[in-house]
């Protein structure tokens, strides 16, 4: 059984910095943590749940959400099994669980269970 677990979150004033880990865990032969595209997701209350950074399987390339690009830093560790996202100058907006997602070519998705980040004074 997959399983993703994040940590990290928590209070910080706006302008900190957080960082996220998600470990996974009970990948299969074949279907290995290094064959899955990593994500960060996020879901605002009242909004819908929205993706902030992606890591291909190498983590040869990155992409991200236009309202993080330049603070957000999405890696992977394949030999840990870990992806990390480091979050620098926090914004009240950037308040949300955050979730991790692990996603095959091949169309099997894993989610973790989310960590909540709260950005306030």
């Known amino acids: 059984q997959v399983q993703l677990v994040e940590s990290g979150g928590g209070l910080v004033q706006p302008g900190g910095s957080l960082t996220l880990s998600c470990v996974a865990s009970g990948f299969t032969s074949g279907f290995t943590f290094s064959n899955y595209v990593m994500s960060w997701y996020r879901q605002a209350p009242g909004k819908e749940r929205e993706l902030v950074a992606l890591?291909?399987?190498?983590?040869?390339?990155?992409n991200y959400a236009d309202s993080v690009k330049r603070r957000f830093t999405i890696s992977r560790d394949n030999a840990k099994s870990t992806v990390s996202l480091q979050m620098n100058s926090l914004k009240p907006e950037d308040t949300a669980v955050y979730y991790c997602?692990?996603?095959?070519?091949?169309?099997?998705?894993?989610w973790g269970q989310g960590t909540q980040v709260t950005v306030s004074s």
């Open positions: 890591v291909t399987s190498t983590g040869g390339t990155t």
């Open positions: 997602k692990a996603g095959h070519p091949w169309g099997i998705t894993y």
